[in-house]
C-alpha cells in the first residue's frame, strides 16, 4: 500500500467535463464552462477524461493503475505568498499551488494532458510553465505566459517515461526559480511501477537572502548572492524543518520506500544521500536505467532521481545534501522516522564503552551514560554531562573544542568577558542567534551566529557545561532563568 491521501484520480467520462466539479478536490476548481480545448488528434478514438488529484510534498498522489492511456487535465495556479523560510524569517514565494516545491503531477506515459495555467489576480508578475516532459518548444513556456488574473491551456502528449522537473521560464528566470518555481511530473511507464509500501517527494532549493542564514524577518531576494551561486538557505521542501520534528517523513520497519527526490536550484548540484541507509535501487537522473547498493547520488539542477530502499533497523534517519556544510549550516536536512522492533542482527547500537588505556593493566568499565533523549537534567552535574553532548554536536564546530574559537571569525568562550559579565544576555545570542559587531577579550566580531534549534532545556545545559570549563565563572544555568534570559533579549 501506498501512503496517499488521495485515492486514484477520479475517472470521468468524455462527456463528463460538465458538471464535474463535484467531484475534483484539493482545490483544483473545475470550470464548468470550459469548452473542452482542442485535442491532440489519437489513432483510437477518444480517451477517457480525467481530472488530475495533485499533491504537495511530501505526499505524492496514489500510483496509477489504469491499463490505458487518458486524456488527463491538470490545472495548476499560481500564487506568490509570503511564508515561513526558517523559524523567524520570512520570505515571499512565487509558486505552482501555493507552496514549495510546486504540486506533484503523476500521469502515464502516452496519456494526453491538456494543462491549465491560472495565475491568481493578486500576482504582481506574469509566470509561466516548461514541464522537462514535455517534447515541444519551451516545453510550454511560450504557450503558458499568463499574466496575473489570467488563465492558458495547451495540450501536450507525454512520450517519454520519467521523473520530471518542471519550473517557472519567465525573464528573470533564476529569479522565478530562485523564488521557489519548481516542482516533479512523474510519468509512469505502460507497465507501471514497482509497488512500494511508502512515496515521498522531496525537492531540493537554494535562497538567496538579503540577511545571512537566519536573520529574521521578511527576507528579500539578493540577487548578486544568486549570480555569485552564494545560497544563505539550502532546503528541501521549501523551508528549513520541512521535513524534521512533527513533519518528518515515516515508515515502518520492513517497508519499502520511494522517494522521488527532485532539484530546483536554480544554481546548485545536489549530492542527495540518507545517513544510515543505502539505496537498494536508484533511477538515476529520474531516468529508465537502475543502479543498485547507491550511498549518495547527484541530482542536477533541472534533475531529479528516484531512490529505492527497505528500512530494516528502527530510528531516524537523516536526508542530507552530502555538500555537508548546506545540511548543518544552511537547512538542506530531513528526516525519516522509522519504527518498529529493533533487529540486533543488523545493527547493534553501542554495546560497550570502556575506558581505554594502552598501557594499562586494568581496563575499568564506565557505567553506562544514560541516553541525553531519555532524560532530564536535575542538578548541575548533569546539565554539565549533558551539555558537553550538545556542544560537540551544536556549538564545537565554531567555537572549537577547547572554546577557543577561531580568531577573525568565532569568538572564544573560553574566558570570554562578553559570556562571563552577562550570561543572560549570552542565553539569549544561543536562543535567538546574534548578527553585528561585539567585542570578546579585546578582539572585534563582526559575524552572524545562527539561530540553533534547541530546546530551552538544552539551551540550560549547554550553557552550564560552557560556563563549568576553560576558566569560565561555573554556576547553574535553570530552566527557569534560560525562560526569563529569552523574554528579556534583546540585540
Ligand atoms: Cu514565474
Known amino acids: 500500500m501506498t501512503r496517499s491521501l488521495l485515492s486514484n484520480a477520479v475517472m ?43 499533491t504537495d510534498a511530501p505526499l505524492v498522489p496514489a500510483p496509477i493503475t489504469r491499463k490505458k492511456p487518458a486524456k488527463v487535465i491538470v490545472r495548476l495556479e499560481v500564487t506568490e505568498v509570503v511564508k515561513k523560510l526558517a523559524d523567524g524569517v520570512d520570505y515571499t514565494f512565487w509558486t505552482f499551488g501555493g507552496s514549495v516545491p510546486g504540486k506533484f503531477i503523476r500521469v502515464r506515459q502516452n496519456d494526453e494532458v491538456e494543462f491549465h495555467l491560472m495565475n491568481h489576480p493578486d500576482s504582481k508578475n506574469p509566470h509561466n510553465i516548461d514541464l522537462h516532459a514535455v517534447t515541444g518548444p519551451g516545453g510550454g513556456a511560450s504557450a503558458t505566459f499568463t499574466a496575473p488574473g489570467q488563465e492558458t491551456v495547451f495540450n501536450f502528449k507525454v512520450l517519454n517515461p520519467g521523473l520530471y522537473v518542471y519550473h517557472c521560464a519567465t525573464a528573470p528566470v533564476g ?47 539578493d540577487m ?29 520497519v520492513g517497508e519499502k520506500v520511494r522517494l522521488f527526490v527532485g532539484n530546483g536550484g536554480p544554481n546548485l548540484v545536489s549530492s542527495f544521500h540518507v545517513i544510515g541507509e543505502i539505496f537498494d535501487k536508484v533511477y538515476p537522473e529520474g531516468g529508465s536505467n537502475t543502479n543498485t547498493n547507491v550511498q549518495t547520488t547527484l541530482v542536477p539542477a533541472g534533475g531529479s532521481a528516484i531512490t529505492e530502499f527497505k528500512v530494516d533497523v528502527p530510528g531516524n534517519y537523516v536526508l542530507v545534501d552530502h555538500s ?26 553501542q554495546t560497550t564503552q570502556k575506558i581505554y588505556l594502552p ?22 552535574d548533569m546539565r554539565v554531562d549533558l551539555g558537553r553532548t550538545l556542544y560537540a554536536q551544536n556549538c564545537q564546530a565554531c567555537h572549537q573544542a577547547e572554546g577557543q574559537g577561531i580568531k577573525g571569525a568565532f569568538p572564544p568562550l573560553a574566558k570570554s568577558d562578553f559570556l562571563n559579565a552577562d550570561v543572560n544576555r549570552s542565553i539569549g545570542v ?39 570549563n576553560w576558566g569560565n565563572k561555573g554556576g547553574e544555568v535553570s530552566l527557569d532563568q534560560v525562560k526569563k534570559a529569552k523574554l528579556s533579549y534583546k540585540h
Open 359 to 380: 598501557e594499562g593493566s586494568t581496563v575499568q568499565e564506565m557505567p553506562k551514560s544514560v541516553s541525553p533523549l531519555a532524560s532530564v537534567a536535575t542538578n548541575k
Open 175 to 221: 529569479m522565478h526559480i530562485a523564488n521557489g518555481m519548481y516542482g516533479l511530473i512523474m510519468v509512469e511507464p505502460e507497465e507501471g511501477m514497482e509497488p512500494v509500501d511508502k512515496e515521498f517527494y522531496i525537492m531540493q532549493g537554494d535562497f538567496y537572502t538579503k540577511g545571512g542564514f537566519g536573520a529574521p524577518g521578511l527576507q528579500p531576494f
Open 430 to 468: 544561543v536562543a535567538h542567534g546574534l548578527e553585528g559587531q561585539i567585542k570578546v577579550n579585546g578582539e572585534v566580531y563582526n559575524s552572524t551566529m545562527p539561530k540553533l534549534k534547541l530546546t530551552d532545556e538544552e539551551i540550560a545545559n549547554v550553557m552550564t557545561y560552557v560556563l563549568n
Open 224 to 252: 548578486e548572492k544568486a549570480l555569485d551561486e552564494k545560497p544563505s538557505y539550502v532546503v528541501f521542501n521549501g523551508s528549513v524543518g520541512a521535513l524534521t520534528g512533527d513533519n518528518a517523513i515515516t515508515a515502518k
Open 12 to 54: 470521468i467520462g468524455t462527456m463528463g467535463l460538465f458538471g464535474l466539479g463535484a467531484l475534483t478536490s484539493c482545490g483544483t476548481k473545475a470550470t464548468n464552462a470550459a469548452t473542452p480545448s482542442s485535442s491532440l488528434a489519437t489513432d483510437t478514438g477518444p480517451l477517457p477524461t480525467i481530472e488530475a488529484q495533485l
Open 324 to 349: 555537508i556544510f548546506r545540511t548543518f549550516n544552511k537547512g538542506a536536512l530531513g528526516m525519516l522516522k522509522v519504527e518498529g522492533p529493533d533487529n540486533l542482527a543488523i545493527y547493534s547500537g
